[in-house]
C-alpha cells in the first residue's frame, strides 16, 4: 500500500523548502504553503528562480502567526511580521492573474533588493484574496495562493528512481517542488490516479505538471545544469504536446492533518 514518505512546505514562492513532520491542509493546500511572494517593484509581476536563480538560497521559515523569517548566506535574519489583510495592498501580476494583496513594507524590500540585487517587493495572500483555479480542471470556489496554478503537487518516489537513473545521477526532490511524496507505487503509477485519501483528507488529481527551466537548477547550490538536465531526459519520454510533464497536480477536498507514514488510498 502506497503511504506519505515526504511533505514540503515552500513559505516563499521560488525560495527553499521546508519539509515537515505534519502538516494542516486548508482551502489553498498545506497551511502556510506560498502565502507570500516577491514582485518587481516597478510592474509588480512575480519574480522566482526562473529569473533569479540565487533564489534557491533564500530561506523563509513560516512562524505560528503566519509570518516570516528571512534568511540568506551572509546575511542577518530579518522577521517580517504578517501584515494587514487590508492595509497597504499592492497589485500584483501571477501568470495571467492579477490581484490586489497587502506588502509587507520597506525593510523586507530593502533586505530582499539588497540580497538579489533588484528593485522588489515582498508581499502575502490572505485566504479571501486567493486566486481561482483554472476551471478547465477545477470548480468554481477552488481556490490556489501563489504556486503556479494548483494548490498541490504530488510525486511518487518510484517515479524520480526511475528519473534518476535514467539521467544517470541521484537527483534531489526538491529540483520538482512537490508537497506530497508517494513511496511504495509503481514509477509513473500518479499518472492514472483521479482521486486519492491520506489520513482523513480527499484529494482530486486535476492534472498532470508541465516542467519548465526551474528543474534544472540545483536546490543545494543555485547552479543551472549546463546540459538542462534533468529537463532534456525528461524530454525523451514525458512529452506530449509540447509540454514536459512530471509529477500531478492536486486539489484538498476537504481539510485535516496529514503527517507522514500514512497510507494513500487511491479510491478512483
Known amino acids: 500500500m502506497p503511504s506519505l514518505s515526504g511533505l514540503y512546505r515552500y513559505p516563499l514562492k521560488s525560495g527553499r523548502g521546508e519539509a515537515l513532520q505534519r502538516s494542516a491542509v486548508d482551502g489553498l493546500g498545506l497551511h502556510g504553503d506560498r502565502r507570500w511572494m516577491l514582485v518587481d517593484a516597478d510592474n509588480g509581476r512575480f519574480i522566482t528562480q526562473r529569473l533569479l536563480p540565487q533564489m534557491s538560497q533564500l530561506s523563509a521559515r513560516y512562524d505560528a502567526r503566519g509570518g516570516l523569517t528571512l534568511s540568506a548566506p551572509g546575511r542577518a535574519d530579518l522577521a517580517v511580521a504578517l501584515p494587514d489583510p487590508e492595509?497597504?495592498?499592492?497589485?500584483?501580476?501571477?501568470?495571467?492573474?492579477?490581484?490586489?494583496?497587502?506588502?509587507?513594507?520597506?525593510?523586507?524590500?530593502?533586505?530582499?533588493?539588497?540580497?538579489?540585487?533588484?528593485?522588489?517587493?515582498?508581499?502575502?495572500?490572505?485566504?479571501?484574496?486567493?486566486?481561482?483555479?483554472?476551471?478547465?480542471?477545477?470548480?468554481?470556489?477552488?481556490?490556489?495562493?501563489?504556486?503556479?496554478?494548483?494548490?498541490?503537487?504530488?510525486?511518487?518516489?518510484?517515479?524520480?528512481?526511475?528519473?534518476?537513473?535514467?539521467?544517470?545521477?541521484?537527483?534531489?526532490?526538491?529540483?520538482?517542488?512537490?508537497?506530497?511524496?508517494?513511496?511504495?507505487?509503481?514509477?509513473?503509477?500518479?499518472?492514472?490516479?483521479?482521486?486519492?485519501?491520506?489520513?482523513?483528507?480527499?484529494?482530486?488529481?486535476?492534472?498532470?505538471?508541465?516542467?519548465?527551466?526551474?528543474?534544472t537548477i540545483d536546490p543545494q547550490t543555485g547552479e543551472r545544469d549546463a546540459q538542462r538536465e534533468p529537463l532534456a531526459t525528461l524530454k525523451t519520454y514525458r512529452e506530449r504536446e509540447g509540454d514536459v510533464f512530471f509529477g500531478q497536480n492536486l486539489l484538498p477536498r476537504g481539510v485535516g492533518e496529514l503527517q507522514l507514514g500514512m497510507t494513500v488510498e487511491v479510491l478512483e
Open 87 to 215: 492595509q497597504d495592498l499592492r497589485g500584483v501580476i501571477v501568470w495571467r492573474d492579477s490581484l490586489r494583496v497587502p506588502d509587507a513594507g520597506e525593510e523586507a524590500a530593502q533586505w530582499l533588493s539588497d540580497l538579489l540585487g533588484k528593485a522588489c517587493r515582498l508581499v502575502q495572500v490572505p485566504e479571501e484574496r486567493a486566486r481561482q483555479v483554472d476551471t478547465a480542471y477545477a470548480q468554481p470556489g477552488d481556490r490556489v495562493a501563489f504556486a503556479d496554478g494548483f494548490p498541490l503537487l504530488l510525486i511518487g518516489q518510484a517515479s524520480l528512481d526511475d528519473l534518476s537513473q535514467r539521467v544517470g545521477q541521484p537527483l534531489s526532490m526538491l529540483r520538482f517542488r512537490p508537497n506530497l511524496v508517494v513511496t511504495g507505487s509503481e514509477p509513473y503509477a500518479e499518472d492514472g490516479w483521479k482521486r486519492i485519501r491520506i489520513g482523513e483528507v480527499e484529494f482530486e488529481v486535476a492534472k498532470g505538471c508541465s516542467r519548465c527551466i526551474l528543474t
